[in-house]
């Protein structure tokens, strides 16, 4: 029983809005403390980022260096979106009923694809290329995953339930709250926001990896994880319906 639920606990640090312009004094503390703890997480990169509130932030000039710095201590290197300007009001037609603005879900599926497939290709001129993706706000729709598809990216970190799953031809790493939450079983995936965060915020986030260390894993080994089994559709689909209730609740 101990070691059927410690091979399948695992949480990864998926760290959002990573660009140019960002709170680098957190992420160069976050640096320190994943390197402390020998901890490889996912980094968002945003290719082309155009989002007015992001570019308050401080300019790195040498921020492609600083991505293939990380990409040698093999931290995983996601795309987050193309320019994460959200341009779309999704009224709760996404995926997975986030609800809120969009860059991707609503337009048209050419539209998507071009986006998708500029943004990699504006990776791949800086000499980065990604396996994995996920979209600005959490929203998505049936042509994000078919542009996804199609331009090669098969891995989304996003969705609902307690492992890695297929779904669209794709592979879907949970990622179910907005804090980070440890649960005594199961997969998923943080979503840490360093642009909004205080020093307490950094304090509460040393002392959580310290605690569990041991279950924080990496990209590679946690996509081994995904289970094409039906009855984790059920516990996917219940989830689903208290997340979003709960978003409600606390949103009312
Ligand atoms: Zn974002």
């Known amino acids: 029983m101990k070691n059927f639920l410690s091979n399948n606990t695992g949480l990864l640090i998926r760290v959002d809005d990573i660009a ?19 901890i490889k997480p996912l980094l ?3 290719p082309e980022n155009k989002d007015k509130e992001l570019l308050k932030f401080p300019k790195n ?13 093999n931290w995983e290197i996601s795309m987050h979106g ?19 603005p969009s860059e991707f879900c609503g337009h048209e599926y050419s539209h998507q ?22 979209a600005p706000n959490h929203t998505y729709d049936s042509n994000t995953f078919k542009a996804l598809f199609e331009n090669d990216i098969k891995i989304v970190i996003d969705g609902y339930g307690l492992f890695p799953y297929k779904d669209h031809n794709l592979t879907f790493i949970p990622q179910l709250f907005y804090k980070e939450i440890m ?32 279950k924080i894993k990496n990209f590679d080994e946690l996509i081994k ?17 208290t997340l979003i209730n709960i978003r409600k609740f606390k949103y009312r």
Do not use: A
Request: hydrophobic share 35%; with cysteine; glycine share 4%.
């Open 44 to 46: 968002g990169i945003i």
């Open 61 to 73: 000039s040498n921020f492609w260096k600083r991505v293939h710095s990380w990409k040698e201590k």
């Open 225 to 241: 994880k995904s289970s094409d089994n039906k009855s984790t559709k059920i516990i996917r689909d219940l989830m689903k319906l």
């Open 183 to 214: 649960l005594p079983f199961g997969i998923q995936s943080t979503q840490i926001h360093l642009n909004y965060w205080d020093e307490n915020h950094l304090q509460r986030f040393k002392k959580f990896i310290e605690i569990n260390r041991n």
């Open 20 to 38: 140019e312009n960002m709170n680098w004094k957190f992420m160069d503390q976050c640096e320190l403390l994943f390197d402390k703890f020998n």
């Open 82 to 100: 193309f320019n994460h300007v959200y341009d779309n009001e999704t009224k709760f037609s996404d995926f997975f009923k986030y609800g809120g």
């Open 113 to 134: 694809y071009k986006k998708i497939k500029m943004g990699k290709e504006r990776l791949l001129s800086e000499g980065i290329s990604i396996k994995s993706f996920f």
